[in-house]
Antibody, heavy 117, light 107 residues
Framework: QVQLVDSGGSLVKPGGSLRLSCAAS????????MSWIRQAPGKGLEWVSY????????FYVDSVRGRFTISRDNAKNSLYLQMNSLRAEDTAVYYC??????????WGQGTLVTVSS | DIQMTQSPSSLSASVGDRVTITCRAS??????LNWYQQKLGRAPKLLIY???SLQSEVPSRFSGSGSGTDFTLTISSLQPEDFATYYC?????????FGQGTKLEIK
């Protein structure tokens, strides 16, 4: 069965960096676009970034463009999000997600990123 | 960016009720509209895609309709497990955007 396991979230100081990972299994990873979506505590959902199946196409929401980098390793069935220059407003649960045709059909369990001094 | 507005923001209903949640887009999105259910502390779950297609293994009491700018999610007969927060999401253009959510509570 399809499984996405997010990891890497932790407490980090403003201005710091963090790398999130997502291990995928149960499907042909290299066939699918993948995304990161976040949810601030008690708030709604925000699409952060997506990457094409080959890794050649990438999208970032304006609030993270230039600070976050999405990448993937199809040989390792893994998705990554490198987050630099973190701000308090980046505090959220980050979900790895499989994204066929603009819809999210499978989600990871989420990993909590807290940016605080 | 396309803004998605849901109404109501919260709703109280009883088991067995028929419930409708509305989502409005700030511009036409054809039928590129998806619905998700999120229970407390859990990841969201896809219910409906391209406005009216039921995701595999989702109960048939859930249905979606609409096109252009106005969409609805209907639950025909509420079950105890349906009390959750519901989100719409447009996949017409990037950045893909979500509605603010509708919290469905037990009356």
């Amino acid at each position: 069965q399809v499984q996405l396991v997010d990891s890497g979230g932790s407490l980090v100081k403003p201005g710091g960096s963090l790398r999130l990972s997502c291990a995928a299994s149960g499907f042909t990873f290299s066939d699918y676009y993948m995304s990161w979506i976040r949810q601030a505590p008690g708030k709604g959902l925000e699409w952060v970034s997506y990457i094409s199946n080959s890794g050649t196409i990438k999208f970032y929401v304006d609030s993270v463009r230039g600070r976050f980098t999405i990448s993937r390793d199809n040989a390792k069935n893994s998705l990554y999000l490198q987050m630099n220059s973190l701000r308090a407003e980046d505090t959220a649960v980050y979900y790895c997600a499989r994204e066929p045709n603009g819809k999210i059909d499978y989600w990871g369990q989420g990993t909590l990123v807290t940016v605080s001094s | 960016d396309i803004q998605m507005t849901q109404s109501p923001s919260s709703l109280s209903a009883s088991v067995g009720d028929r419930v409708t949640i509305t989502c409005r887009a700030s511009q036409s999105i054809s039928t590129y509209l998806n619905w998700y259910q999120q229970k407390l502390g859990r990841a969201p779950k896809l219910l409906i895609y391209v406005a009216s297609s039921l995701q595999s293994e989702v109960p048939s009491r859930f249905s979606g309709s609409g096109s252009g700018t106005d969409f609805t999610l209907t639950i025909s007969s509420l079950q105890p497990e349906d009390f959750a927060t519901y989100y719409c999401q447009q996949s017409y253009s990037t950045p893909y955007t979500f509605g603010q959510g509708t919290k469905l509570e037990i009356k």
